[in-house]
C-alpha cells in the first residue's frame, strides 16, 4: 500500500511539472507503429515510458514506395503535425550491413495551387491573341523542395525523390518532428541475384559468366526531349523484357545503352528524339520529340511526344514498347506517350500530363522507367510527368529534365512571360540478370559404355526441385521430360546433354561431358564353316548373334545372297578356294544387321578330271619290251599326284607334263590315276 502511493505520488509530480513549464519540457517521445496502415504515431512521455503517453505530435502515413528499384526511387506519404517543427530534420541512408551511404535525395512538399488567370484564347484560323476580361481559378499539384524548415501545424503531402546505386539496398531514415528516427517502413531494395547494369550513354560489352547459358534482359531507350512553349512533353524510351535471352558462356554481347534527347530551343523545332538501347538484336527504339509553339505534331518513337498547341497530333509509339503522345490543346501541349498509357491531351491553357511508365519486369511493378514528359500550358497550369523520373510542363520557365537511366520524357516548356525551352529526356537504360545457383546434375544412366539395345534408361538428380528436365544426345532437344525413364535411341555415338531447370534459379544445370554409344547390330559368333578346306558340298552353316532378336539371316560366300530364316542349316556348296564368307543378321526390332569376322572356306568335294588318249588300238606282237608313250590330261584345283599301275607295277609321274613312256610287257592292261590334296581319286583303265 505503501508503494502504491509512493507512485501516485510520482505521477502527481511530473505531471505538476509539465503542467508548470508547459512546452519548455523536453519529452522523451514514443512512437506507435501501425503496420497495417503503414501509419506512425509520435506521441509525448514522461521519461520515455511508453505507458505514460501523452499528447500526440504527429502523424505518418506511407502512401507509396518503391520497394524494389533500380536507380530512381521515391517514397510519397501525407503527416500531420499537431505543433509547430520540422517535417523531418534530417534524412539518412544505410545499406543491409548497417553502414551509412551517401544518397542523392530530395524531399518535396506537394501542394495545390489556386490561381486566378486571365482566359486567353487563340484564333486556330488566323492566329490571332484575343484576350478576354473574364477571369478563372485553376488548380493544379505542384511539387515544392522541402529543406527541413520549421512548418506550421497542419497536414502535409511529401514526396521524396532519391538516387541511389543500381547495386545497392537502402533503407531510407527520416528523422521526426520530436527526433524520432522512422526505421519501421521500408527500404528501397536491389534487385536480388547476380546482375549487371549499363548506365553510361554510349556503347559496352556484356561478358557472359562462365556457366551462363541464358539471362533476363531489360533495355530502356532513351527518352525524348520535351517541346519549347506551349510544348507536348517528351516521348518514353521503348521498353523491351526478355526474361530468357539464350547466350554463349564466356563470350562478349554488345550493348548500347541509348543517349536522351535535348529539349526544343526553337520554336518551330521539337524536342529532339532519344536514340535507342540495345542488347545484341534486341532494340528498345528511343522516345519521340514532343512538338513546339508553331504548330508542330509529336514525333513518333519507342513512344511519341506529345503534339503541341491547337490540336497538333502525338507522335505514334511502337507496339508493345510504348504508347503515343497525347494531341496538343489551345494553349498547351500534350503529354508524352509512356510504356503504360498515352499521353494526356492537352486542354485550354492546361497542359496534358505525360503517360504513366512503371512497366512490370521481375515481378516489380513501380521501377520509375519509361515514363512520358508533362506538357507545357499557359498562365499556370503545366502538366506532370508521367512519374517521378520524368519531366513536367511548366508555364512560367522550362520543362524539367527527366532522370537518367530511366528512360523518361522531359517536360514541354511554358509561353506565359516569354517562349521557355522544353525539358531534355532521360537516357536509357540496360540491365542483365542472371543466376550462378545452376542446378549440379548427377547421372547415373546412360553412363560412357556401349549399349546393344536401342531402350535406354535415362536417370539423373538435381539437388532442386526440378521444374523440367531437357534431354539432347543427337541435336534434339526432348522437353517436359521426366527424367527417370526409358528412350528408344537410335544406333550412333552420342553425346549426353541433360538440363535440368531448378525451381530456385532462371538457369539451366548442364551434367558433366558423357558419351555413350548404341549398336544393335547383332553380333555374330560363327562356329561352321570356318577358315578350312571342306570335301564335302554339303556344309553345315551354324551361328549364333549376341542375344538381338534375328528374324532374317542372309549368307553370302559367292556373290550371291542366300536368305535363311535359320542359320542352323546346311547348304550345298560348289568346288572353289578362298569363298569369303559374309554372314548377316537382322535385328528385327531396329533393322540394323551385323556381320561376321572375316572367314575364308574352300570347298573341293570333286575328284580331278582324267583323260588318257594314248596308247589306245592294236599293239602288234612285235612291239612287246618296246617303248611306249603315254599321254594323258588332268586338272584339278587342288591336284596333287598323278601314277599308272602296270603289271603290278606303280609308277608315278609329273602330273604337269601329260606324257610319258613305259615298256610294253605281256599285259594289255593299266590303270591311271590321278588324286587331289585332299584325297579326292580319279582312275582311268586303258585297254
Same mark, same amino acid.
Not at 418 to 439: K, T
Not at 626 to 640: M, P
Given at each position: 500500500m505503501?508503494?502504491?502511493?509512493l ?6 509530480l511530473?505531471v505538476?511539472t509539465?503542467?508548470? +513549464?508547459?512546452?519548455?519540457?523536453e519529452?522523451?517521445n ?15 512521455s514522461i521519461?520515455?515510458i ?13 502512401l507509396r514506395?518503391?520497394?524494389t528499384?533500380?536507380i ?8 500531420t503535425?499537431?505543433?509547430n517543427g520540422?517535417?523531418?530534420?534530417n ?6 550491413k $548497417?553502414?551509412?551511404r ?6 518535396y512538399?506537394?501542394?495545390n495551387?489556386s490561381q ?6 487563340y484564333?486556330?484560323s488566323?492566329n490571332?491573341t484575343l484576350?478576354s476580361?473574364?477571369?478563372?481559378i485553376i488548380?493544379?499539384e505542384?511539387e515544392?523542395?522541402? /529543406?527541413?524548415? #520549421? ?5 502535409y503531402?511529401?514526396k521524396i ?6 547495386y545497392e ?11 524520432? #528516427? ?7 531494395d536491389a534487385?536480388?541475384?547476380?546482375f549487371?547494369?549499363?548506365t553510361t550513354a ?6 557472359v &559468366?562462365?556457366g +551462363? ?8 531507350g $532513351?527518352?525524348?526531349?520535351?517541346g ?8 518514353a524510351?521503348g521498353?523491351?523484357f526478355n ?6 558462356? #564466356?563470350?562478349?554481347?554488345s +550493348?548500347t545503352?541509348g ?5 526544343s ?5 521539337p524536342g ?5 538501347s540495345?542488347?545484341?538484336?534486341l532494340n528498345?527504339?528511343?522516345?519521340g520529340?514532343g ?5 508542330t ?25 510504348g ?8 494553349n498547351?501541349?500534350?503529354g508524352?506517350?509512356?510504356n503504360?498509357e @498515352?499521353?494526356q ?8 500530363? $505525360?503517360g ?6 521481375w515481378g516489380?511493378?513501380?521501377l520509375?522507367l519509361?515514363c512520358g ?13 508521367g512519374?517521378?523520373s ?12 527527366a532522370?537518367?537511366?530511366?528512360g ?6 511554358g509561353?506565359?512571360?516569354? /517562349?521557355?525551352?522544353?525539358?531534355a ?17 548427377t547421372?547415373?544412366?546412360p553412363?560412357?559404355?556401349t549399349?546393344?539395345?536401342s531402350?535406354i534408361?535415362f ?6 526441385t526440378?521444374?523440367?528436365f531437357?534431354?539432347n544426345y ?7 521430360f521426366?527424367?527417370n525413364t526409358?528412350?528408344?535411341v537410335?544406333d550412333?555415338?552420342?553425346q549426353?546433354?541433360?538440363?535440368a531447370?531448378?525451381s ?10 558423357i558419351?555413350?554409344t548404341?549398336?544393335?547390330a547383332p553380333v555374330?559368333?560363327?562356329?561352321s &564353316?570356318t577358315n578350312?578346306?571342306?570335301?564335302t558340298s554339303?556344309?553345315?552353316?551354324n551361328a549364333?548373334?549376341s542375344s538381338q &532378336? ?10 550371291t545372297?542366300?536368305?535363311l530364316?535359320?542359320i542352323n ?5 560348289e568346288d572353289?578356294?578362298?569363298?569369303n564368307l559374309?554372314?548377316?543378321a ?13 572367314i ?13 588318249t594314248? &596308247?589306245?588300238? +592294236?599293239?602288234n606282237f612285235?612291239?612287246?619290251s618296246g617303248?611306249q608313250?603315254?599321254r594323258?590330261?588332268?586338272s584339278d @584345283?587342288n591336284l ?5 599301275d ?10 604337269s607334263?601329260?606324257?610319258?613312256n613305259?615298256t610294253i610287257?605281256?599285259d594289255?592292261?593299266?590303270?591311271f ?5 585332299f584325297g579326292n581319286?580319279?582312275?582311268q583303265?586303258?585297254?
Amino acid at each position: 500500500m505503501k508503494k502504491l502511493m509512493l507512485f501516485m505520488f510520482i505521477i502527481v509530480l511530473l505531471v505538476g511539472t509539465v503542467s508548470a +513549464v508547459g512546452s519548455s519540457f523536453e519529452f522523451d517521445n514514443v512512437k506507435n507503429y501501425d503496420k497495417e496502415t503503414q501509419t506512425i504515431e509520435i506521441r509525448n512521455s514522461i521519461l520515455g515510458i511508453p505507458f505514460f503517453q501523452l499528447d500526440k505530435i504527429a502523424e505518418y502515413t506511407l502512401l507509396r514506395n518503391t520497394y524494389t528499384c533500380l536507380i530512381n526511387c521515391e517514397a510519397e506519404g501525407i503527416t500531420t503535425l499537431y505543433m509547430n517543427g520540422s517535417l523531418f530534420q534530417n534524412m539518412r541512408f544505410e545499406n543491409r550491413k $548497417g553502414e551509412d551511404r551517401n544518397v542523392d535525395v530530395q524531399i518535396y512538399l506537394i501542394k495545390n495551387i489556386s490561381q486566378v488567370i486571365w482566359n486567353e484564347v487563340y484564333s486556330d484560323s488566323s492566329n490571332k491573341t484575343l484576350i478576354s476580361n473574364k477571369s478563372k481559378i485553376i488548380t493544379y499539384e505542384q511539387e515544392v523542395q522541402y /529543406n527541413f524548415e #520549421e512548418l506550421s501545424t497542419g497536414t502535409y503531402k511529401w514526396k521524396i525523390k532519391g538516387t541511389k546505386d543500381i547495386y545497392e539496398s537502402i533503407d531510407w531514415i527520416g528523422r521526426s518532428i520530436g527526433g524520432i #528516427e522512422l526505421v519501421d517502413w521500408a527500404w528501397w531494395d536491389a534487385l536480388p541475384g547476380n546482375f549487371q547494369a549499363f548506365t553510361t550513354a554510349g556503347t559496352d560489352n556484356f561478358t557472359v &559468366p562462365t556457366g +551462363v547459358i541464358s539471362v533476363n534482359v531489360l533495355i530502356v531507350g $532513351g527518352g525524348a526531349g520535351g517541346g519549347r512553349c506551349l510544348g507536348g512533353g517528351g516521348g518514353a524510351g521503348g521498353i523491351v523484357f526478355n526474361e530468357s535471352y539464350s547466350v554463349t558462356a #564466356e563470350t562478349n554481347v554488345s +550493348v548500347t545503352i541509348g543517349s536522351g534527347g535535348g529539349g526544343s530551343i526553337a520554336d518551330a523545332s521539337p524536342g529532339t528524339s532519344g536514340t535507342n538501347s540495345t542488347f545484341n538484336i534486341l532494340n528498345a527504339s528511343g522516345g519521340g520529340g514532343g512538338g513546339s509553339i508553331s504548330d508542330t505534331p509529336g514525333i513518333d518513337g519507342g513512344s511519341g511526344g506529345g503534339g503541341s498547341r491547337f490540336a497538333a497530333a502525338g507522335g505514334v509509339g511502337i507496339a508493345g514498347q510504348g504508347f503515343a503522345g497525347g494531341v496538343g490543346g489551345s494553349n498547351s501541349g500534350g503529354g508524352g506517350g509512356g510504356n503504360q498509357e @498515352i499521353g494526356q491531351i492537352g486542354v485550354v491553357d492546361v497542359g496534358g500530363d $505525360g503517360g504513366a511508365g512503371n512497366a512490370t519486369v521481375w515481378g516489380l511493378s513501380v521501377l520509375n522507367l519509361s515514363c512520358g514528359g508533362g506538357a507545357g500550358g499557359n498562365s499556370g497550369a503545366t502538366g506532370d510527368g508521367g512519374c517521378a523520373s520524368a519531366g513536367d510542363g511548366r508555364n512560367l520557365a522550362a520543362g524539367t529534365h527527366a532522370e537518367n537511366n530511366s528512360g523518361s520524357g522531359g517536360g514541354g516548356g511554358g509561353c506565359s512571360g516569354g /517562349n521557355f525551352n522544353g525539358g531534355a529526356g532521360g537516357s536509357g537504360l540496360v540491365v542483365v540478370r542472371w543466376n550462378l545457383s545452376v542446378p549440379t546434375i548427377t547421372v547415373f544412366s546412360p553412363t560412357n559404355t556401349t549399349f546393344t539395345t536401342s531402350t535406354i534408361f535415362f536417370n539423373a538428380s538435381i539437388e532442386d526441385t526440378v521444374d523440367e528436365f531437357i534431354v539432347n544426345y543427337n541435336g534434339t532437344n526432348i522437353t517436359s521430360f521426366t527424367i527417370n525413364t526409358t528412350l528408344e535411341v537410335e544406333d550412333g555415338n552420342h553425346q549426353l546433354l541433360i538440363y535440368a531447370n531448378g525451381s530456385s534459379t532462371p538457369n539451366w544445370g548442364l551434367n558433366d561431358t558423357i558419351f555413350f554409344t548404341v549398336d544393335t547390330a547383332p553380333v555374330i559368333n560363327v562356329f561352321s &564353316p570356318t577358315n578350312i578346306t571342306f570335301t564335302t558340298s554339303t556344309i553345315f552353316f551354324n551361328a549364333t548373334n549376341s542375344s538381338q &532378336p534375328v528374324d532374317k539371316w542372309i549368307v553370302n560366300y559367292n556373290g550371291t545372297n542366300v536368305t535363311l530364316s535359320d542359320i542352323n542349316t546346311t547348304l550345298e556348296v560348289e568346288d572353289g578356294s578362298n569363298f569369303n564368307l559374309l554372314l548377316y543378321a537382322n535385328n528385327s526390332d531396329t533393322g540394323r544387321f551385323g556381320l561376321n569376322d572375316t572367314i575364308f572356306f574352300s570347298v573341293d568335294a570333286t575328284e580331278p578330271s582324267l583323260n588318257v588318249t594314248e &596308247p589306245f588300238g +592294236v599293239i602288234n606282237f612285235k612291239d612287246i619290251s618296246g617303248n611306249q608313250t603315254l599321254r594323258f590330261n588332268v586338272s584339278d @584345283i587342288n591336284l596333287d599326284t598323278c601314277f599308272f599301275d602296270y603289271e603290278g607295277s606303280n609308277t608315278t609321274t609329273d602330273c604337269s607334263t601329260n606324257i610319258t613312256n613305259f615298256t610294253i610287257g605281256t599285259d594289255r592292261t593299266f590303270t591311271f590315276f590321278t588324286n587331289d590334296t585332299f584325297g579326292n581319286l580319279a582312275s582311268q583303265v586303258v585297254t
